[in-house]
């Protein structure tokens, strides 16, 4: 069983297409979990005629804090499949995106593809999202600079289950840089160079997508430790409770 989980927030204005773009893809035993972080637009209108015409669209609320770390915590606690794949509310996904992860899932538990980048017209801005950004492979190349999007990234479900709970402060470790951690840490990865989103950028995107350089020195020096400590206190808290099993 396959589960998309998305988060969503004031996204009337794209969140159809996005829906779309998802619903051809998944199977009927399949789900669409969907996270609203408290919308004053017509985005929970939009879900609610989806939910009521398809059996696989389900929407929560989330009714913790309003970050959108919580926001995709809420979805992914909500979910039941095996696989699981974050979502978010203005991305277009490519028509083959579920069946390529599927066929690499055979072999590794966490995989992260490369994206097209598009304006809020669907224009073409950037044919790689990885040559823009220049990601690095490797744990420690990640703790320096996280370079993966999350609407890029699905995993078994031993990857979340192993990565919770997520580190508190939500400034300082978004969901898809832990769970590409954990998953690097106790999982095989996979780094796929197909083009398998339509990453929309657009004046109201909740994050940069680390496509902007926003953050002060001394905050890149705190993130970093921050990560570094809950990393290896996560880590030796889990070795811990293999060992007195």
């Known amino acids: 069983m396959i589960s998309v989980c998305m988060a969503t927030y004031n996204g009337e204005k794209y969140i159809r297409e996005q829906i779309d773009s998802i619903l051809c893809q998944i199977r009927a035993n399949d789900e669409l979990v969907i996270s609203d972080d408290g919308s004053n637009d017509d985005t929970i209108e939009i879900i609610k005629e989806y939910e009521k015409k398809d059996s696989r669209v389900k929407l929560f609320h989330n009714t913790g804090e309003h970050k959108t770390i919580w926001n995709f915590e809420n979805a992914l606690q909500n979910s039941k499949g095996k696989y699981i794949f974050l979502a978010d509310q203005d991305d277009i996904w490519c ?28 224009n073409l801005i950037n044919d790689s999202f990885f040559s823009f950004r220049k990601p690095r492979k490797t744990i420690l190349g990640n703790l320096l600079k996280f370079g993966y999007l999350g609407c890029c990234m699905a995993f078994k479900r031993e990857v979340f289950e192993r990565a919770l709970p997520f580190p508190s402060n939500s400034c300082l470790c978004t969901h898809d840089n832990w769970l590409f951690l954990i998953g690097c840490c106790y999982f095989k990865y996979k780094i796929l160079e197909e083009k398998l989103l339509l990453y929309r950028r657009h004046a109201d995107n909740v994050s940069t997508g680390g496509l902007q350089n926003t953050t002060s020195f001394l905050f890149k020096i705190h993130y970093r430790l921050y990560l570094f400590f809950h990393l290896i206190t996560h880590i030796q808290f889990n070795e811990r409770s293999f060992y007195t099993e």
Not at 95 to 122: C, M, P, W
């Open 95 to 122: 028509q083959n995106k579920i069946e390529t992860y599927l066929r690499y899932f055979n072999d590794y538990d966490i995989i992260v593809s490369d994206a097209k980048l598009i304006d809020e017209r669907g």
